[in-house]
């Protein structure tokens, strides 16, 4: 078929052109903007689920959403280096002042919000230095004491007095939010808290890897009951079929029962895995409708370029210990190991390899589905080591 006018999209974030299969998320969303407006507040939303899983799109999706209905959104993703700790405080006081700007020419408030960029533009200076740094400012002026925690209260307080008027809410959506550092993670959520009981229209609505929720409740305590969490999983068989079927047809194509069993079947209901499996079939395909033969071509290229890809980039984030340790969860042939059987696998005991899983848990390439176990946070990593031969992927 005609590439130029191929419709998918495997991407980071990228908007598919067939959004499937998260109506629960939108409608709750939806639900929570609506009653915002009428000065209702409920809790923010966690998203948590694999890569690739589609995160970043539904965030996004989101909050176009609450820009529409008037919020005031401000899109961040965190970092988990030393060096983001700096790079995501200044990119929040940008965004801030980006946003507010948009905010209050849409709404024609400029004179209540200009005191409010401007505050927005101090944290920056003063807080993007990072929590080792304390000034006490002789003018005593708002957000810019460098206690981050004091700065980020003040700022969300003064910021939803000034729109709550209006009926809008502020909207703080934050990508990757497992790698949110401490100090800053540990402000938003107090400040989240203090939001819900002043009745501040503040939200916060957070995507990341599945030990997101993990993380939030190890940073503070009431955590668990601050937000109302999702997690986002592979498509169910019928919403991964639309979400091959609707774009091919939209875009003149068409496709068999059978090519479509087989494509839906290849992706495991992966938004990633659809979106290169449906460019795949697409180019492979001479005509429509697409048939099993088609299908099967098309599953071998996408394997294909899974395997030069989206693979290859986690996996050589890995060190070699730490590649030597995933070579032993997926030698296991389980999804889901007890972290003793890896160890075994590696002819170490638990504690030997200990500081290799926790590396690889930092590096957010595994995480602990339970206590004791561990399992890959990329879909179908195991496979892609067991495809591979050579002697860095044999425990
Ligand atoms: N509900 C969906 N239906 C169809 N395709 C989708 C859906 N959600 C996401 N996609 C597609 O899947 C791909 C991956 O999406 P996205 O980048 O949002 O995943 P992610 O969970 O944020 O991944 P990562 O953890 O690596 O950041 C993109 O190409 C996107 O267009
Ligand atoms: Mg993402």
């Known amino acids: 078929m005609d590439r130029e006018l191929n419709p998918f999209k495997p991407g980071s974030g990228l908007r598919p052109p067939a959004l499937e299969g998260r109506d629960r998320q939108l409608e709750d969303f939806d639900l929570l903007v609506a009653r915002s407006k009428r000065r209702n507040y409920d809790r923010g939303m966690i998203l948590s689920g694999l890569r690739g899983v589609g ?38 006081s940008q965004e801030l ?55 980020v209260e003040e700022l969300v307080e003064e910021i939803t007095a000034a729109i709550k008027p209006k009926g809008s809410a502020f909207g703080l959506f ?21 939001a819900g009981q002043r009745e501040w229209p503040f939200f916060i609505i ?20 601050q937000f109302a969490y999702s997690s986002i999983g592979p498509l169910d068989a019928a919403a991964a079929a639309d979400a091959l079927r609707v774009p091919i047809r939209d875009f003149g194509g068409d496709l068999s029962a059978d090519a479509l069993d087989i494509l839906v079947a290849a992706s495991g209901g992966y938004p990633y895995f659809l979106q290169v ?5 697409w180019n492979v395909a001479a005509d429509a409708p697409f048939d099993e033969e088609d299908a099967y071509l098309a ?15 986690r996996w050589r984030r890995a060190t070699e210990r730490e590649r030597r340790y995933m070579a032993a969860i997926a030698h296991t042939g389980e999804e889901s190991p007890r972290s003793g059987q890896v160890a075994r696998l590696m002819g ?44 860095d992927v044999r425990p």
């Open 97 to 151: 002042t980006v946003g507010l700007r948009r905010f209050s020419r849409k709404h024609r408030i400029e004179k209540v919000v200009e005191p409010l960029i401007e505050m927005a533009r101090r944290f920056s200076v003063d807080v993007a230095l990072g929590p080792a740094k304390l000034t006490v400012k002789s003018t005593g002026e708002a957000a810019a004491t460098g206690d981050i925690a004091l700065d």
């Open 299 to 313: 599953v071998e290229v996408g394997v294909k370029r899974l395997d030069e890809g989206f693979f290859p980039s």
């Open 206 to 225: 957070g995507a990341g890897l599945p030990n997101l929720p993990a993380v939030l409740a190890d940073t503070r305590s009431y955590a668990e009951r």
């Open 277 to 281: 499996f449906g460019q795949a079939v």
């Open 55 to 92: 995160k970043t799109t539904l965030l996004n999706r989101l909050a176009d959403h609450a820009d529409r209905q008037g919020w005031l959104t401000v899109t961040i993703e965190a970092r988990p280096d030393d060096a983001g700790v700096t790079a995501v405080r200044a990119q929040l």
């Open 348 to 391: 170490a005991s638990a504690s030997a390899v200990s500081d290799v899983r926790d590396s690889a848990l930092k590096k957010g390439l595994i995480w602990a589905p339970e206590h004791g176990r561990i399992a890959f946070t990329v879909p179908h990593m195991a496979d892609f080591i067991r495809r591979q031969a050579g002697d």
């Open 174 to 194: 934050i990508d990757e939010m497992q790698d949110l550092d401490r100090g800053l993670l540990s402000a938003l959520l107090a400040t989240q808290h203090r």
